[in-house]
């Protein structure tokens, strides 16, 4: 459970170079985060804080970020999702998922705060 102020975010990838990079340099942002190596670690972390935002990969080794989003979304949970992927394709699925498409990789880590905060004016 969240003790302090800052915002919590869910950090999910499968990639562990990319996902350490995110959260350190969210980490110094001010958030707390949480790191998940893929879609199950994403749920059981879910189901046990209080997640304002995921930042999911919408590729991982056990699911994807889609799925992700899709289980956040069915059981009405509060949290902004916002998905990253290397591939333009998947901006259309993710469209139905999430405000906007996925992050282009390789993205600068303030440009996934400045969107964190975008999303979090409008609650």
């Known amino acids: 459970m969240k003790t302090d102020d800052a915002e919590t975010i869910l950090v999910a990838s499968s990639d562990t170079l990319q996902r350490s990079m995110i959260a350190k340099y969210l980490r110094e942002c001010g958030y707390s985060v949480i790191e998940a190596t893929g879609f199950e ?9 209080q997640v304002d935002v995921v930042v999911s ?50 993205y600068h880590p303030q440009r996934l705060v400045d969107e964190i905060k975008r999303l979090r004016a409008f609650r």
Do not use: N, W
């Not at 289980?71 to 469209?95: F, N, W, Y």
């Open 41 to 49: 670690d994403a749920k059981i972390a879910i189901g046990h804080y």
């Open 57 to 106: 990969d919408t590729e991982m080794q056990d699911g994807t970020g889609f799925d992700l989003s899709t289980h956040i979304r069915s059981r009405h949970l509060p949290i902004e999702v916002i998905l990253t992927q290397s591939l333009v394709k998947t901006a259309q699925v993710a469209g139905d998922l999430c405000e906007q498409g996925p992050l282009e990789q390789p």
